[in-house]
């Protein structure tokens, strides 16, 4: 069983930087995808960014240019670097590795 824990969530003026992780514990699938969601109230939930199995970063256009996803397998954590953020950017972030889930830690973005 895979438990993944995010943190680095908070609050953060427009404009700002957020340093998001998703440590991983158990079976962990070094070779399996990783991806951070975003859940707002009142919108669709959003992939923002994902790590292919094969190490090609993808990002949703919402995000380009901001966001950098990346992963340490070594720690079996994974990151998202959330820079120049947005009100909109306001949502609580999950991580998705392999087939599991985070809880999700809480990004607000507001001046």
């Known amino acids: 069983q895979v438990q993944l824990v995010e943190s680095g969530g908070g609050w953060v003026q427009p404009g700002g930087s957020l340093r998001l992780s998703c440590a991983a514990s158990g079976s962990i699938d070094s070779l399996s995808a990783t991806d951070w969601f975003r859940q707002a109230p009142g919108k669709q939930d959003e992939l923002v960014a994902q790590?292919?199995?094969?190490?090609?970063?993808l990002y949703a256009d919402s995000v380009k240019g901001r966001f950098t996803i990346s992963r340490d397998n070594a720690k079996n954590t994974a990151y998202l670097q959330m820079n120049n953020l947005k009100p909109e950017d306001t949502a609580v972030y999950l991580c998705?590795?392999?087939?599991?889930w985070g809880r999700g830690t809480q990004v607000t973005v507001s001046s």
């Open positions: 790590l292919t199995a094969s190490g090609v970063a």
């Open positions: 998705h590795w392999g087939i599991d």
